[in-house]
C-alpha cells in the first residue's frame, strides 16, 4: 500500500513493513518542496545566495558551502523559486521530516543544472538519507539555457531505520555553476504479508528495527499484527563498538603472543651461536659477521 505527501507522485518502491495500517500517522511528506517560501531578502534580486549556516528557505536548512536560491535568473521545473546547489562553493541542503520505521520512502525530485558555464557541463549530485547509502547523480547541461533547463525526474529510495529521517542534497560541483534541484516530493510505501515471499522478507524489518531470520519469521510478524517481532535484532552503535573492541583485544592479544615467541627465539638465538662456536666453529663464521 502506498500513501503519497501532497507534493508528488514518486516511482521506484522497494520492500519494507511496518505495523498494522490502523495504527499509522498520516504520513505528510516534506515541506516547501519546491522552495517557493521563506525570506528572501531582496524581491527584485533574480537570485540569492544562501552560506552556511542558513534556514532562510522554509523548512529547509543549508549545510555546508552555499547555495544560490533562483527567482527569476532561470525558468523553475515548478512554480518560481529554485536551487542551484553550488553558490559561490559546493553546497549541501537537508529536511528532517518525520517517518516510519520499516516503512520505505521514494524521494522524487527534478535535476538540471546551471547552463552559464558551456565549457564544464557536467554537474554531480550526491543524495542521501539517515540510514540510506549514498547515491550519486550526474546531469549534462550541454545545450541548456536559462529559459530552457530540460529539468529530469530522478528518484531516490530508502528504508527508514528511525521516527525522523534527515534528506540530504550535497553538490560535488566546486564552481559556481552547480547541479539544480526542483519540485522534491516524498512517497511512503507500506507493504503486506506477501511482501515477505520470493525473498522480500531478506530487505525487510519490523517496527522495531528488528530483521527476519527468514520468510515464516516475517509472515509471523503480520499474521501477528506486530506483536510477534522479528527475531533479529538491529546493531545497535554500542554493540558495534563492542565488537571493535573485541576485534582490537584480538589483534592484541595475538601481537602480544607472536612478539613474546620472537622475543624467546632472539633470546635463544646467541645461545645457539654460543654452542656452535664451542663445538668448534671455524674462523669463517667470524669473517662473515
Request: hydrophobic share 35%.
Amino acid at each position: 500500500m502506498k500513501r503519497r505527501s501532497g507534493l508528488g507522485i514518486a516511482f521506484g518502491l522497494l520492500a519494507a513493513i511496518t505495523v498494522p495500517a490502523a495504527t499509522l500517522a498520516a504520513f505528510t511528506g516534506l515541506a516547501n518542496g519546491s522552495f517557493e517560501t521563506g525570506t528572501y531578502a531582496d524581491a527584485a534580486a533574480p537570485f540569492q545566495q544562501l552560506d552556511a549556516p542558513n534556514s532562510d528557505i522554509d523548512g529547509w536548512t543549508v549545510d555546508a558551502g552555499s547555495v544560490d536560491w533562483i527567482k527569476s535568473y532561470w525558468t523553475a521545473a515548478d512554480g518560481e523559486m529554485s536551487i542551484d546547489m553550488s553558490g559561490a562553493s559546493a553546497g549541501a541542503i537537508s529536511q528532517t521530516f518525520d517517518t516510519t520505521i520499516g516503512n520505505t520512502y521514494t524521494v522524487s525530485f527534478w535535476m538540471s543544472g546551471n547552463p552559464d558555464d558551456q565549457a564544464n557541463t557536467i554537474k554531480n549530485l550526491d543524495v542521501s538519507a539517515t540510514g540510506g547509502t549514498v547515491t550519486s547523480y550526474t546531469y549534462d547541461v550541454a545545450g541548456n539555457a536559462r529559459d530552457n533547463m530540460n529539468w529530469t525526474e530522478e528518484t531516490y529510495t530508502f528504508l527508514a531505520t528511525s521516527a525522523t529521517t534527515t534528506l540530504s542534497f550535497v553538490s560535488q560541483t566546486a564552481t559556481a555553476f552547480g547541479p539544480a534541484i526542483d519540485n522534491v516530493s516524498v512517497s511512503e510505501s507500506v507493504p503486506e504479508k506477501n511482501d515477505c515471499k520470493n525473498g522480500g522478507w531478506e530487505s525487510m524489518i519490523d517496527n522495531q528495527g528488528n530483521s527476519f531470520k527468514n520468510q515464516g519469521d516475517c509472515v509471523s510478524y503480520f499474521a501477528t499484527k506486530g506483536k510477534n517481532l522479528g527475531a533479529v535484532p538491529p546493531v545497535t552503535e554500542a554493540a558495534s563498538a563492542a565488537d571493535a573492541a573485541t576485534a582490537a583485544d584480538k589483534h592484541s592479544s595475538k601481537h602480544a603472543d607472536k612478539l613474546t615467541s620472537r622475543q624467546s627465539t632472539e633470546r635463544h638465538a646467541p645461545k645457539d651461536k654460543a654452542k656452535s662456536h664451542a663445538k668448534g666453529g671455524s674462523s669463517k663464521s667470524h669473517k662473515s659477521k
